[in-house]
């Protein structure tokens, strides 16, 4: 079963804003890296944002910095991405990610650091 389960996704216009969350299910990923990727139509996914295990770091794609803001909540194993001033070019599935592996205060960037993926939300921005 799925055991990253993501959620807020949806359509809104240029200029607004959307919280996605991740909440992990079945099993923990409390202390573990986490990240945001995204993939258009006919294009690879591509990182978008991460957070390290600690949540004292934070790494953004140059594209979404200053818009975008990444963070977790312990209490519910959830990691969230705040996405304000929503252009077009952001119209993607967004995935969610945790990688068991790694170290406590590092964030990764590559898809191929991390071991479990969500299901994946859209995300629809019109002009």
Known sequence: QRQLVESGG???QAGGSLRLSCTASGRSFRNYAKGWFRQAPGK???FVATISGSGSSTDYTD??????TISR???KDTVYLQMNSL???DTAVYYCAATVFGSYGSTYRTT???DYWGQGTQV???S
């Open 10 to 12: 949806g359509l809104v």
């Open 44 to 46: 690879n996914r591509e």
């Open 63 to 68: 594209s979404v910095k200053g818009r975008f």
């Open 73 to 75: 909540d312990y209490a």
């Open 87 to 89: 252009k077009p070019e």
């Open 112 to 114: 191929s650091s991390y």
């Open 124 to 126: 629809t921005v019109s």
